[in-house]
């Protein structure tokens, strides 16, 4: 499957974005989809995942309760809501999909990634 993420820009602390994150090909329900981000000079870290199964979602410690995961299988679309944005939350923001993965899976087991987009918090 291949991702293209967007919805990335420049917002002040405290505001919103919405980030997405469509999927071509088939079986989309299927898969796992997960974000990650990676800010300069940092590791790639988790975000959020979705699994394709129950619907369950998952969150870091960093954004529960700031941002949410959807997804829309009709549209082969996952979204990213972010509010209550803060300075810390800048950094590149990549989608990624596993196949048929059950769970939480780690960074590694994501089979497609996303070319990425930009998220910048200013204070």
């Known amino acids: 499957v291949q991702l293209q993420a967007s919805g990335g820009g420049l917002v002040q602390a405290g505001g919103s974005l919405r980030l997405s994150c469509a999927a071509s090909g088939h079986s989309f329900s299927t898969y796992t989809m997960g974000w990650f981000r990676q800010a300069p000079g940092k590791e790639r870290e988790f975000v959020a995942s979705?699994?394709?199964?129950?619907?369950?979602?998952y969150y870091a410690d960093s954004v529960k309760g700031r941002f949410t995961i959807a997804r829309d299988n009709a549209k082969n679309t996952v979204y990213l809501q972010m509010n209550s944005l803060k300075p810390e939350d800048t950094a590149v923001y990549y989608c990624a999909a596993a196949a048929g993965v059950l769970g939480n899976p780690p960074a590694g087991w994501y089979d497609s990634w996303g070319q990425g987009t930009l998220v910048t918090v200013s204070s």
């Open positions: 979705s699994t394709w199964t129950s619907g369950r979602t």
